[in-house]
Nanobody
Framework: QVRLVESGGGLVQPGGSLRLSCSAS????????MGWYRQAPGKQREWVAT???????TYADSVKGRFTISRDNAKNTVYLQMNSLKPEDTAVYYC??????WGWGQGTQVTVSS
């Protein structure tokens, strides 16, 4: 069972930035494609970004150009740098394997509001 722990969320004004982190207990972490997902109140969880084992990245259209996913395999950690945040980015953010077939962590709350 892989344990995922997300951190780095908080309250930020529109236009601000946050950097999320996710540590994973998976062995051979570097072999896995990792993704960030989010769930806004009253909505289904949606995919945000993916980074593959060879560090190829893809993004949802809604965050493209504003968010950057990266990974540090030595630390078993994946990051999400979020810039130019908008109120519609407000959600609980989760990381998981891509596809998301590991158990979910507790997530980290991101609130964008003035």
């Amino acid at each position: 069972q892989v344990r995922l722990v997300e951190s780095g969320g908080g309250l930020v004004q529109p236009g601000g930035s946050l950097r999320l982190s996710c540590s994973a207990s998976a062995t051979i972490f570097s072999f896995y494609a990792m993704g960030w997902y989010r769930q806004a109140p009253g909505k289904q969880r949606e995919w945000v970004a993916t980074i593959t084992s060879d560090r190829t990245t893809t993004y949802a259209d809604s965050v493209k150009g504003r968010f950057t996913i990266s990974r540090d395999n030595a630390k078993n950690t994946v990051y999400l740098q979020m810039n130019s945040l908008k109120p519609e980015d407000t959600a609980v953010y989760y990381c998981n394997h891509n596809p998301p077939n590991w158990g979910w962590g507790q997530g980290t709350q991101v609130t964008v509001s003035s």
